[in-house]
C-alpha cells in the first residue's frame, strides 16, 4: 500500500514570518496536484486538532518558521527523532509548545507517523502583528518545497503540475496574497467562503 | 497591609515567589505572589507578558472576512471566536439566520463547549491532581475494582486492560520521553490520590484522547474542514440535501447520522467517565477548599445558546445570562453589552495609554495605545524582569469592569448565575453533586468548585446538543432546507456607518466582539475575551481581578513548587493567545520558579 504523506504548516499567519509554514504549504498547493496519499493542510497554531491527521499519515513533512538563532532566512532540515526536540529548541511562539506536546501525545497513543522530516526557516520579523512575510523568508518557500518534493521522489511519489487539493487550507480570505494586499477584489479573494458549501441561492 | 476595594487583604512583607511561565496553558502568563512564613499567599499579581494586536490588523478590512482573522487568534477556541465576529457583523447590519443556521451554530458552540472541557480537564488540568507517575505502582486488579465501583456502566474496566495501560505508561516513561508528563512536583505532597486512583485518572486520559478525535468532527461536518471550520455571515457556510448522497460536502443523512453518533457517545464518555471521575478524585481533595476568589461575590455571564434565531433575550437563552455583585446572590442583574456605563476596559496598570488616567473606555469606543514601562519598585530590566511593580503598569491585559466591580467569568460564574436565577437544570445538577458530596453549596466557590462547574456544564451541553440535533432533523423533516441568509450580502445595501456586537459564551467564559463598519470597511474592532476578565490586572481604585483573588490565602505546601498556584489558575482554563502576543521570542523552556 502507498505510503500515507501528511505535509504540514503549522504557525500563525497574523505574525509575520510565523506564518511561513503556512505559506508554505499553499503556495505547493498552487503549483502541485497530489495523488490521493498525500495530504496537504494548514495546521495554524491548533494542537490537539492535528491529532487525527497524525494518525492517518505514515509520513509527515513540516514546514515551520523555528528560531534556530541562525541569520533570517537560514533554512535548517531536521529528519526523525531529532524533530521533536529541534521544535522546542527556543520556544519563540506558542504553536510550538503545542506541537512538541501533539507529537508526544501521538507518540504515547502508538500513532504518531515514523518517518519525521522538518522543513524550517529562521525568521527575520515576528513582532509585527498583522504583518505579511518579509522577503527574506518568502525567498525560502520555493527552495523549501524542493526539499518536501524530493524526499516525495524518494517516496516515489510524483505529483503532476497545476493546482492540488486545497480542502484543508486556509480560507480565502487570509491566503498570502489577500492577507497581504490588504483589500482584495472579489475575484482574487472569493468572499463566500468555501466554493464547496456554497448556499444554491449565492450562485 | 492594603483591603482592596474588593475586600482582599494584600501584604507584601513576605517572600515574593515568580512563576514564569505558567505551563499546561494556551499562551504565555506569569504569575508571582508574597507567601508569609507559614507559605500561604497574601499577595498575588497576575500578567499577561504578551500584547494584544487584532484590533490594528482588522481596521480595514471587510467585516464579511473578519471571522477567519479571529478564528487565528488561538489555537484553542477557533470557532467560539468565529462565531462571535459573525455575530457582530449580522448585528451592525441587521442580518438574520435563518433557523437550521441557529441549530447548526449551537451545535457547533456546544460541541466546542464540550471538546475543550474534556480536553481542559484530562490533559491540561488533571495533572494538578493526578499523578501519572504514581500510577505505575498501582495494582490493576484493585484499580478495575475502584473503576467499577465509581462508574459501574463504563465498559472498559477489566483488570487486563488496565495492566495493558500500566505497561504502555511504563514504556512511555522508560523511554525518556516523559514529554508530556515533565515538570510535574511528582513527589509533592499535595497530591493526595492512591495508586489506584491515579492509574484510572491517566487511563481516562488516553480514552479522553481518541473520543476528543471523534467529537471534531462535527466541526468538519458542519464546518467543511478543522482546524479552522468555515464560517459565514447570514447563516452557516454547509448546504443541506437529504434527498441526494452525491452532493460533495452537502449534509445529508448519513452526516447527521455520524453526528447523532458522537453527541450520543459524548454524552456516555461524560456520564460514564468525566462525572464520576471529577465526584471520585475530588472526593480526595474535599477539605482543599480554597481558590474561591471572586466567585462568591461577582460573576459575569452573558448567556449563549439562543432556543430561536435571532432571539438573544435573557429568557431565551439555554446558557444563562445575568451578573452578580457584592455576594448578593439573591439578585440577578441583567447585562446589557451596548450600554457604555457596564462593560468598560481600565489601562492604568496595563500596558496602554488613553488620553486621561483614570478613565474607562466602553469597547466600541476602544483604544488599543500600547505604553510599555516598568514601575519604579520593579527589579531587572526591560527585557528581563525578576520582579513586577504592582503599584505601577505591568500587564499587557486591560481591566475590564462591569460598572466598576471585577468579574469573575467562565463555567463557574455561569453556574452560580444559574443557580441565582434558579436555572432548573443548572441547580438540579448542583444540588445533586453536592448532595453525592456531602457538602454544603459555599464549597462550590472553590478552585474545585470550578473544575466541577465545567463537567456539569459538559454534561449538560451534550443534552442541549441533543436537543438542537433533533429540531434541526425535524425541520429538515418538514422541508426546510435553508441555512443562509444572503439579502445583505451585498455592501451595497448596507448602511453607511452602522455598529454591533457580538456576543457569545467561550468555553472559558464571557466573550465580545464589539464592531464599528463604516463605508463597508471595519472602523474599529474590540474583542473583549474571557481571560482579559479573569487574568486581568488591578484597576484604578485597586480591585484585584478574578486569578489574583482566587490565589490569595492558599497554603503551598513548598512554596518552592507551586502545584497549588497552578491548580487555581488552570481552573481557570486560561488562555492567554487571543488576549496577547509575545512580548519577547526568548521565553525560557521550562517553568522557572523564583523565590526571592
Not at chain 1, 43 to 56: C, S
Not at chain 1, 121 to 143: F, T
Not at chain 2, 21 to 26: A, C, F, G
Request: some cysteine.
Amino acid at each position: 500500500m502507498a505510503q500515507r504523506v501528511l505535509i504540514l504548516g503549522i504557525g500563525n499567519v497574523l505574525w509575520a514570518d510565523e506564518g511561513f509554514g503556512v505559506r508554505c504549504v499553499e503556495r505547493m498547493a498552487d503549483q502541485w496536484a497530489f495523488p490521493d496519499n498525500v495530504r496537504l493542510l494548514d495546521g495554524g497554531t491548533q494542537g490537539l486538532y492535528l491529532l487525527p491527521f497524525l494518525e492517518e499519515a505514515d509520513v509527515l513533512i513540516v514546514f515551520d518558521a523555528v528560531d534556530y538563532g541562525l541569520e533570517p532566512g537560514t533554512m535548517k532540515i531536521v529528519e526523525g527523532d531529532e524533530v521533536p526536540a529541534f521544535m522546542g529548541a527556543k520556544k519563540m511562539s506558542l504553536h510550538q509548545t503545542g506541537f512538541q506536546d501533539v507529537i508526544a501525545t501521538a507518540r504515547l497513543m502508538g500513532y504518531c507517523p515514523p518517518d519525521l522530516l522538518l522543513i524550517g526557516c529562521q525568521p527575520e520579523e515576528l513582532e509585527d502583528y498583522g504583518g505579511g512575510l518579509r522577503d527574506i523568508v518568502a525567498a525560502q518557500i520555493e527552495p523549501a518545497i524542493r526539499v518536501a518534493l524530493d524526499k516525495l521522489a524518494k517516496l516515489q511519489i510524483v505529483p503532476t503540475r497545476g493546482e492540488g487539493d486545497k480542502s484543508l487550507l486556509a480560507d480565502k480570505s487570509i491566503l498570502r496574497s489577500a492577507y497581504e494586499d490588504g483589500r482584495p477584489s472579489e475575484d482574487e479573494a472569493y468572499r463566500y467562503g468555501d466554493e464547496r458549501f456554497l448556499p444554491a441561492e449565492v450562485e | 497591609m492594603v483591603t482592596t476595594p474588593n475586600g482582599f487583604d494584600l501584604d507584601t512583607s513576605g517572600k515574593r515567589i515568580v512563576v514564569d511561565p505558567v505551563t499546561r496553558i494556551e499562551g504565555h502568563m506569569r504569575c508571582e505572589v508574597n507567601v508569609d512564613d507559614e507559605g500561604i499567599i497574601r499577595n498575588a499579581v497576575s500578567t499577561g507578558t504578551m500584547w494584544r494586536g487584532l484590533e490594528v490588523i482588522l481596521k480595514g478590512r471587510d467585516p464579511r472576512d473578519a471571522w477567519a482573522f479571529t478564528e487565528r487568534i488561538c489555537g484553542v477556541c477557533t470557532g467560539t471566536h468565529a462565531l462571535t465576529s459573525v455575530r457582530a457583523v449580522e448585528d451592525a447590519l441587521g442580518i438574520t439566520i435563518p433557523d437550521n443556521a441557529n441549530s447548526i451554530r449551537n451545535i457547533m458552540q456546544l460541541n466546542l463547549q464540550i471538546h475543550d472541557h474534556i480536553v481542559h480537564f484530562y490533559h491540561l488540568h488533571a495533572l494538578d491532581w493526578v499523578n501519572p507517575v504514581n500510577a505505575l505502582r498501582a495494582d490493576p486488579k484493585a484499580t478495575s475494582e475502584l473503576q467499577q465501583m465509581v462508574s459501574p456502566n463504563h465498559p472498559l474496566s477489566s483488570p487486563g486492560y488496565f495492566r495493558d495501560v500500566q505497561n504502555r505508561l511504563k514504556q512511555f516513561v522508560e523511554s525518556g520521553q516523559l514529554g508530556i508528563f515533565k515538570n510535574g512536583y511528582w513527589d509533592n505532597p499535595a497530591y493526595k490520590l492512591p495508586p489506584e486512583a491515579d492509574l484510572m485518572a491517566t487511563t481516562h486520559y488516553l480514552e479522553a484522547l481518541d473520543l476528543q478525535k471523534e467529537i471534531v468532527k462535527i466541526h468538519t461536518i458542519f464546518g467543511g474542514k478543522n482546524p479552522h471550520p468555515n464560517w459565514l455571515v447570514g447563516g452557516v457556510p454547509c448546504p443541506i440535501n437529504v434527498h441526494s448522497t452525491g452532493a460533495v460536502g452537502a449534509i445529508n443523512m448519513e452526516r447527521l447520522n455520524l453526528v447523532s453518533s458522537i453527541i450520543d457517545k459524548c454524552i456516555e464518555f461524560n456520564k460514564n467517565v468525566y462525572l464520576p471521575d471529577v465526584v471520585a478524585i475530588g472526593g480526595f481533595y474535599k477539605n482543599w477548599l480554597y481558590g474561591g476568589g471572586l466567585s462568591s461575590q461577582a460573576c459575569l455571564a452573558y448567556g449563549d445558546i439562543p432556543e430561536h434565531p435571532n432571539d438573544f433575550s435573557a429568557d431565551q437563552l439555554h446558557l444563562p445570562r445575568g451578573a452578580i455583585i457584592n455576594g448578593d446572590l439573591s439578585v440577578v442583574h441583567d447585562v446589557d453589552v451596548r450600554d457604555p456605563e457596564q462593560v468598560q476596559e481600565f489601562v492604568d496598570h496595563s500596558w496602554y495609554e488613553y488620553a486621561e488616567p483614570g478613565m474607562g473606555l466602553h469597547p466600541w469606543d476602544g483604544v488599543t495605545e500600547p505604553k510599555y514601562e516598568l514601575g519604579p519598585n520593579a527589579k531587572g530590566t526591560r527585557t528581563n524582569i525578576q520582579e513586577l511593580d504592582e503599584a505601577a503598569k505591568y500587564s499587557w491585559i486591560k481591566a475590564p469592569r462591569w460598572k466598576g466591580h471585577a468579574m469573575e467569568v467562565g463555567p463557574l460564574a455561569r453556574y452560580v448565575v444559574g443557580y441565582a436565577k434558579g436555572h432548573e437544570d443548572i441547580k438540579n445538577q448542583v444540588d445533586g453533586l453536592l448532595r453525592t458530596m456531602d457538602l454544603p453549596l459555599p464549597a462550590i466557590f472553590s478552585t474545585l468548585g470550578r473544575t466541577a462547574a465545567r463537567a456539569l456544564e459538559s454534561e449538560y451541553c451534550g443534552r442541549l446538543q441533543k436537543h438542537f440535533f433533533d429540531k434541526l432533523v425535524t425541520n429538515i423533516k418538514n422541508g426546510d432546507e435553508s441555512t443562509a441568509n444572503v439579502a445583505k450580502w451585498d455592501p451595497s445595501t448596507w448602511p453607511k456607518e452602522a455598529m454591533g456586537v457580538g456576543m457569545t459564551e467561550a468555553p472559558r467564559g464571557a466573550l465580545g466582539h464589539w464592531i464599528k463598519v463604516k463605508d463597508g470597511r471595519i472602523e474599529n474592532y474590540q474583542c473583549v475575551v474571557p481571560t482579559t476578565w479573569n487574568g486581568s490586572p488591578r484597576d484604578t481604585q485597586g480591585n484585584i481581578g478574578a486569578f489574583e483573588a482566587a490565589l490569595m490565602n492558599t497554603k503551598m505546601e513548598r512554596p518552592e513548587e507551586p502545584v497549588e498556584i497552578l491548580r487555581t489558575l488552570h481552573s481557570f482554563d486560561p488562555c492567554l493567545a487571543c488576549s496577547t502576543h509575545v512580548m519577547s521570542p526568548d521565553g525560557e523552556e521550562l517553568t522557572t520558579v523564583k523565590v526571592r
